[in-house]
């Protein structure tokens, strides 16, 4: 289920830092959290047992869509009590959704912030989004940057790999993402395993290949936690299972999820 929020800052001005998305997904567990600790605490430390062992937590969130808005070097500014949209998904919708909602309706508000800058945004409505037709061959944009990444052994450590757009591994590892997904929802096999991803050509050229598309996200930017994560955002085309297009669609594409990575949504 998708869920999209109308939210409108406290204050008339305000600022949030320019990668809110570590505070944006502390802000829902939060929000899980008032509903049920229990659950909120499970699914942060834990979270759902995919086929290989490794937990996920089977959620996705966008990108803060900010109608007025100005954006420097650390901060983004928001003006004139200005409407701002946010859409989450997943596909646990007794355990994840019941307990966001219930959490939401609870609070009312959604406070995102570090300790430079941050807002409190109000909930002014709440609804649902259904799902759309999934064809053979599917358009699709980006709500927020997309992450494929694996891991290497280097110098004698695992460390991050993350795959560039146009590598041709790119496709087979968003597949086999996709179907570990559906397994550990749905406890079966996709009935149609195949799917291909490509990028839309023509905007790769336009944008300049790889490095037009690329985008740098640091998570607790200014501490000694600090991570950096490779992403790239574009519109692509997925052909094949249109099972394996609707988990994309409810819990995202690609890794780091719920960390706001890989929300997408049919392009017209």
Known sequence: MRIKLAL?????????????????SAAIYKLLQNASPDYSRWLHHH????????????????????????IDEDFISIFDYSPI????????????????????????QIEIGNLKAGAKLIVESVETIAPPEFHQTT?????SPIVVSTKQ?????????????????????????????????????????????????????????????????????????????????APFFLTGSAELMATAWECGIGNKNSMGFGMIENSA
Do not use: W
């Open 139 to 143: 358009k699709f944009k980006c709500l």
């Open 85 to 108: 949209q946010l859409f989450i998904s997943s596909p646990m919708l007794e355990d994840f959704i019941q307990n966001f909602v219930v959490g939401l309706f609870s609070s009312q």
């Open 8 to 24: 409108r800052p406290q204050t008339k001005s305000c600022k949030l830092p320019i990668n809110y998305a570590h505070p944006l």
């Open 47 to 70: 979270g759902y047992l995919f086929p290989d062992g490794k937990p996920r937590k089977l959620f996705v969130f966008s990108k803060l869509f900010i109608q007025k808005r100005k």
């Open 153 to 233: 052994e280097k110098q004698g450590r695992l460390m991050e790999h993350y795959y560039r757009p146009s590598d041709n591994r790119l496709s087979e590892a968003i597949r086999n993402n996709l179907i570990k997904k559906f397994e550990t929802i749905y406890q079966r096999s996709p009935q149609n395993d195949h799917l291909e991803f490509n990028l839309d050509h023509h905007y790769f050229q336009a944008r300049g290949g790889d490095r037009g598309l690329s985008k740098l996200i640091k998570i607790k930017q200014g501490t000694p936690q600090e991570t950096r994560i490779k992403a790239f955002e």
